[in-house]
């Protein structure tokens, strides 16, 4: 069978008869790996929105901790009662609680809850009720701190590849999570020796009310704090600008 003549074409040339034959063809075979190149944002149908959607332009851009623990309504972090209450759960698995100490290790915990106790005596003796208040604060704070490191760690751990090295980061607040468990627990039991001396009418008791206000004034803090370190940019700015003057253009035509 003769060769077939393949044909040029000349662009600018009008073509009376298709044969397929006459093309190249190859088989078409899918890239096993995607390259960075490969993408293309889309820039053609609508520039301005495209770069709008970039994550760098939508707003503010929190730490992943942020969105797990607060509520973020229009680039504003607000306090989430949903953490409150689950550190509040926390709290009441560990308020009754001892230091899970051996025979060996309970003599010195005892001694220190014995000094503390020793110390605080001569501050007593004048306004005994302010020095009294003062403490209890004192225990109330440490406790709120003590049940947010868990929740921290806790939720930390679950993110966390078992088997990878762990952060040091990580680290340094289980070490922390262990020692405001042993602060915790010396205030609570010092307390409780110390309230025949504090002058206070009714029982002593780890007030859980009080904890669970500490836990609300932490939290608060560190959402002010986080509003006021991360920057809002211009296009996520406008994007909200936009976006409420529309809604309120809806609102006014019906």
Known sequence: MAKKEKKSFNPGTTVDHFDPTELETEELVYKQKTEHSDYTPDTNADPEGAEARLPQNTGKQFPERVH??????????EVSQGTIQACM?????????AMNLTDEQLPKYEKEVEAIVEGKKPLL????PTSGYNMLSEMTRTWAE?????YDYTSWSRQLNPELDQPESFIA????????GRKARLLRDSSKELWVFFNINGKFSLERSRVERALEGRFQRL???YNNKYSDSTIGKEQ????SDFTDSIVESV
Do not use: Q
Request: glycine share 2%; charged share 30%.
């Open 89 to 97: 759960a926390i709290f009441d698995t560990k308020a009754e609680t």
């Open 173 to 180: 607040l289980e070490t922390k999570m262990h020692e405001l």
């Open 240 to 243: 909200r600008i936009a976006s």
């Open 146 to 150: 003590f049940v947010c490191a868990i």
């Open 223 to 225: 959402a002010d704090y």
């Open 68 to 77: 797990r623990d607060y509520l973020v309504r229009n680039g504003v972090v």
């Open 125 to 128: 003796f004048v306004d005994a």
